[in-house]
C-alpha cells in the first residue's frame, strides 16, 4: 500500500467504515470485569461484539481491542463478513484497568502504561487466563482455540500491547493490527526491533501504520520507531504490511485504512499464520535452523533433565535429577536406562578415554563411568553442578555453592583455579581448547579464561552479553555448547542464545516449552542435532551446524568478523 497524500490529519473513512443499508448488523453489548488477579484490584469495562452471522455450532475466530471501542471496528466488520472478505468473528474491545481510589479526594490507579506498554507475558495471560474464559462461560460463546483465528489490535500504547501478546503467545494470537505504535522507550519497547532481528521468527502476520507528524518526546521518536519495527520484522522474514501517512498522534489515519489492514491481515483464511514465510531470510540464527525443523520431544516424563553428554557415536546420555539416574538415547531415538541410584548426577561430559564423567553431588564427587557403567571415583569431597573434560583427559567442573571453578588433572591433581563468579554454572572449552567458557546464572555474562599449561586460568573477561528476560536481575545462563564455527550456544531463561567468537548474541532459538532450559548438546550421527534439556523433557533438533566434542583433538575455527 502507497502512503497517503493527503494534509496532515486530513483523513476520512471509507463506505465499509459506515453503516451500509442491507447489511446485517451484529450486537454489541457492554460489561464490566473486575475479578482480575493478575492486575488485582483492577475494574475496566468490555465490549463483546457478535456478528448477525454468528454460528453457535462452530467455533468463531476473535479479534480482542485494546482500549474499547475504536476504528470503527464494528461497521467494518459488518460490511466486510456480509461480502465475505472476512470471517464471522468475535470483537472483543477492553479498557485498561483502573484501581479504583478509596475516597473522592485521591485519584484511582490508572494501568494504561503498565498493562500495555509493559513487555511480559502478563497483559496476554490476562486475556488468555482471565477475561476470556469469564467471557466465555458468561455470555455462552463458542470461540476458536486456533491461533490463526485470533487477532488483536491496538493504538499507541494499546499497539504495543497487541504486539506483545503475540509476541510472548503466538500459540495464541497470530494477526496484528497496530497504529501509532508506542514502540519506544518507555517501558523496553525501544529493545523489539533487536530482539526481531535475533530471535528465531514467530507465527505471527502483522500490519501496522503511523504518520511523519507522530509523537517526537521524551520516550523518542514514535515514526522513527515503527519504522524501526518494520525494518526489523523485514529482515527476520516475518509477513508483514504497513501504511505511512502524515497524520498525528490520533486514530484519524488508522480508521480510514481500518478495512484494508483487514482484508490483508485475514486474507487466504483460514490458511493457518506460520514463521519463517520469506525467501530471503537474513537472519544470523536462520544460518542455523532448518525451516521447517522443529523442537521435537525425545523423551518426557521426567522431573528435572539435565547433563546432556555425547558420546564419539553420537549417542546422548542425560541425568534425571530428582529421580537419581542417568538415561540414554540411542541413535534411533530409543530411550534406555543408563544408570540407577547414581548419586544424584547433574552435569556430565565424555572423556578421551570414552568414559562418561559425571557431578555426582549427591554423593559430593566427580565419577567417570565406563561403557559397563562401573564406576570410578576421581574426586571426593567436592560440590559440583557441570564438567568440561579436555582431550588430555584434565578436567574443570563449576561448584555454585562457594563460587569456585576447580581444575582436576589427568593424574587426578586437584585446585581451586577461580572463586568470583556469582554462581559459575555451565562450563565448556572453545572448540581450540585455550579457552574456557563459565556460565554465570545470576548475572547477564559469560565469562571467559584463558587456560595455562598448568591448567590455571588468567585473563579473566565477563565477555558474553546475553540478553536478559524483560524484568529481570539474571539471565538464567546454564549448560553450554560450541560449533565448528566458534559459536557458543547457551540455555538461558530467554532462551537458547547464541553468540559468536567476539562475545556478542547473534540469534536466539527458542524455548521448546515455557519451561526452565537448563543445558545443551551437539549429537547425532553427524553431530548435526542440538538437544535441550528442558525440565521434564529432553527435545532434539536438526540444524545446519556441527557440534565439537572436546574429548577429541582441539580444532581451530575461522577467525570471527569484528
Known amino acids: 500500500m502507497a502512503s497517503s497524500s493527503f494534509a496532515a490529519d486530513d483523513y476520512a473513512p471509507g463506505p465499509d467504515s459506515l453503516p451500509q443499508p442491507g447489511v446485517p448488523r451484529g450486537k454489541v453489548t457492554k460489561y464490566s470485569f473486575e475479578q482480575s488477579k493478575i492486575f488485582p484490584g ?35 466488520f459488518d460490511n466486510l463478513i456480509h461480502k465475505k472478505e472476512i470471517p464471522p468473528m ?28 509493559g513487555l511480559g507475558d502478563n497483559y496476554a495471560s490476562f486475556l488468555l487466563d482471565e477475561l476470556l474464559p469469564h467471557i466465555i462461560a458468561e455470555q455462552k460463546l463458542n470461540l476458536s482455540t486456533n491461533p490463526s483465528d485470533f487477532a488483536i489490535a491496538g493504538a499507541s500504547s494499546g499497539a504495543i500491547c497487541a504486539f506483545t501478546a503475540a509476541w510472548e503467545r503466538p500459540d495464541a494470537f497470530r494477526r496484528v493490527f497496530t497504529s501509532i505504535g508506542t514502540f519506544t522507550g518507555l517501558r523496553g519497547g525501544n529493545n523489539y526491533p533487536i530482539l526481531i532481528r535475533k ?16 509523537l517526537n518526546i521524551y520516550g523518542g521518536n514514535w515514526f522513527l520507531a515503527n519504522q524501526e519495527m518494520v525494518s526489523a520484522l523485514e529482515f527476520a522474514g516475518y509477513d508483514v504490511n504497513h501504511i505511512w501517512g502524515d497524520g498525528g498522534h490520533n486514530g484519524k489515519h488508522a480508521t480510514a485504512i481500518f478495512p484494508d489492514a483487514m482484508r490483508w491481515l485475514w486474507r487466504d483464511y483460514p490458511k493457518p499464520i506460520v514463521a519463517n514465510v520469506a525467501t530471503n531470510l537474513q537472519q544470523p540464527v536462520m544460518e542455523i535452523l532448518i525451516p521447517g525443523e522443529d523442537w521435537q520431544v525425545i523423551s518426557e516424563g521426567h522431573s528435572f533433565t539435565e547433563g546432556p553428554a555425547v558420546n564419539a557415536k553420537g549417542e546422548v546420555f542425560f541425568t534425571d535429577l530428582s529421580n537419581d539416574g542417568i538415561h540414554k538415547i540411542g541413535l534411533d531415538g530409543k530411550v534406555t536406562m543408563f544408570q540407577k541410584e547414581s548419586g544424584w548426577p547433574n552435569g556430565q561430559m565424555f572423556g578421551p578415554d570414552g568414559k562418561l564423567y559425571v557431578c555426582q553431588n549427591g554423593k559430593k564427587r566427580i565419577v567417570a563411568y565406563d561403557s559397563n557403567g562401573k564406576e570410578e571415583v576421581i574426586v571426593e569431597d567436592v560440590e559440583s553442578n557441570d564438567i568440561a573434560v579436555a582431550h588430555d583427559g584434565s578436567l574443570y567442573f563449576t561448584d555454585p555453592a562457594h563460587k569456585q571453578v576447580w581444575f582436576v588433572s589427568a593424574k587426578h591433581e586437584t585446585r581451586v583455579v577461580d572463586k568470583d563468579v556469582t554462581e559459575p554454572n555451565g562450563v565448556r572449552f572453545s572448540p ?27 585473563n579473566k573477561q565477563r565477555y558474553y552479553h546475553l540478553h536478559l528476560v524483560d524484568g529481570a536481575t539474571q539471565s538464567g545462563a546454564d549448560g ?49 542435532t542440538l538437544y535441550v534439556t528442558c525440565e521434564d523433557k529432553v527435545f532434539k533438533r536438526k540444524t545446519k551446524a556441527t557440534g565439537v566434542r572436546s574429548f577429541e583433538a582441539p580444532i581451530k575455527p575461522p577467525a570471527p568478523r569484528l
Open 42 to 76: 483492577t475494574v475496566r469495562d468490555y465490549w463483546v461484539y457478535v456478528p448477525a452471522q454468528y454460528d453457535s455450532s462452530k467455533p468463531a475466530p476473535v479479534m480482542v481491542f485494546q482500549d474499547g471501542l475504536q476504528y470503527n471496528a464494528t461497521n467494518v
Open 90 to 117: 468475535v470483537g472483543i474491545f477492553v479498557m485498561h484497568g483502573r484501581v479504583k481510589a478509596l475516597s473522592t479526594n485521591s485519584l484511582d490507579r490508572f494501568n494504561r502504561s503498565y498493562e500495555y506498554d
Open 199 to 214: 530471535t528465531e521468527p514467530k507465527p505471527i502476520r502483522i500490519f501496522m501504520q503511523d504518520g511523519s507528524n507522530d
Open 432 to 458: 581450540d581448547q585455550s579457552l574456557l567458557y563459565v556460565a554465570d546464572t545470576k548475572g547477564q555474562f559469560v565469562y571467559s579464561f584463558q587456560v595455562q599449561p598448568d591448567g590455571s586460568l588468567a
Open 480 to 528: 553450554m555448547t560450541v560449533d565448528t564455527l566458534g559459536r557458543l550456544y547457551v540455555a538461558t531463561e530467554m532462551g537458547l542464545q547464541v553468540c559468536d567468537q567476539a562475545g556478542r548474541v547473534q540469534g536466539i532459538i527458542l524455548k521448546p516449552q515455557n519451561k526452565w532450559l537448563s543445558n545443551v548438546t551437539f549429537a547425532g550421527e553427524k553431530f548435526d
